[in-house]
């Protein structure tokens, strides 16, 4: 057999092997062998009555959707917060270091001197994760308790690091119901994605991110939420004013936008980027986010000598 040349060896063992193979395929046909289609071809009867089901399930979904939003409680920014008084003696500088956030309680009653915890404070005053101070954190209603006595207040001022986020000072004004407080209320905007003038190659824009409010109530109103889904390009410019916002106040009479408004003021506008052209700012334009009581924020000075002064 060693005599005979290689392609009448290969042969052989080719007619060897064929019986196996195609005993092993036949068995791998029966094992895979496809199901039958009445499976697959399932008749449908469309029933009266699930016809008639499936066309009036949205008004009763819409009915308890309504019905469970009606009844949740309602909206409320209120924060309730635990503070310590502020140690006799101890410089702000050293409460800094220990984790503390020093804070004063003025107005309608004597100065108290009080610290938070730095890091529960500061997840209040900052709560988007690249952005910086929150509109919300000068627009509610903070229920500080320490020891056995709480205050009511708003804030009033506060010092923060020009770029982290970080707070160094809190100042809180005592609210009174029944005198009047003034803080501004932030503004959100819903239904942007369904919005006419968006879906048209419009661009949306808040001209007003806060609208100072005047509050003689209990409760300080929680952020306004503008439906934009009605909202439309037009020439020049779709606008909301606050006069198509009345109705987000409250009905007690106990809110109102405050007084150096009218009625016409533009809180929402949809126009073309296109359609309008650039103009330059003018040479004396300064950019308001970096104004502060004592002057301007300090990006390049670090606390060395000489520092960088813009006071007037």
Not at 109 to 128: L, V
Request: aromatic residues 10%; glycine residues 6%; proline residues 8%.
């Amino acid at each position: 057999s060693s005599d005979l040349p290689s392609c009448k060896m290969q042969r052989l063992f080719r007619r060897a092997a064929a019986p196996a193979l195609s005993s092993s395929t036949a068995a791998l046909r029966v094992a895979q062998r496809p199901s039958t289609s009445r499976r697959y071809n399932i008749k449908r009867v469309w029933y009266p009555w699930k016809q008639e089901l499936q066309r009036d399930a949205w008004q009763f979904l819409k009915q308890e959707m309504v019905a469970h939003f009606q009844n949740s409680p309602a909206r409320d920014s209120t924060v309730h917060i635990r503070a310590e008084e502020w140690p006799r003696f101890t410089m702000k500088e050293f409460l800094l270091e220990k984790g503390r956030c020093p804070a004063v309680i003025a107005g309608a009653g004597p100065h108290r001197r009080i610290t938070f915890n730095k890091a529960e404070i500061e997840r209040i005053a900052f709560d988007e994760p690249e952005g910086h101070l929150s509109h919300l954190f000068k627009g509610r209603l903070f229920r500080i308790h320490v020891g056995n006595w709480i205050e009511e207040c708003v804030v009033s001022d506060v010092s923060t690091h020009a770029v982290d986020q970080e707070l160094y000072f809190v100042r809180f004004e005592r609210h009174v119901p029944g005198k009047m407080t003034t803080l501004p209320i932030p503004v959100s905007l819903s239904g942007l994605w369904g919005c006419p003038g968006y879906r048209a190659g419009g661009h949306v824009e808040v001209s007003l991110p806060t609208i100072m409010c005047e509050v003689v109530g209990e409760r300080i109103p929680p952020p306004f939420v503008i439906d934009v889904s009605k909202l439309r390009l037009e020439a020049p410019y779709g606008k909301i004013t606050l006069g198509d916002l009345q109705h987000a106040l409250p009905r007690d009479g106990t809110v109102r936008f405050a007084r150096e408004y009218s009625m016409d003021e533009e809180v929402v506008t949809c126009y073309d980027p296109k359609a309008l052209g650039e103009v330059p700012l003018p040479h004396d334009w300064s950019d308001p986010n970096f104004d502060h009581r004592g002057g301007r924020y300090h990006l390049t000075y670090t606390g060395y000598w000489p520092k960088q002064t813009t006071r007037q």
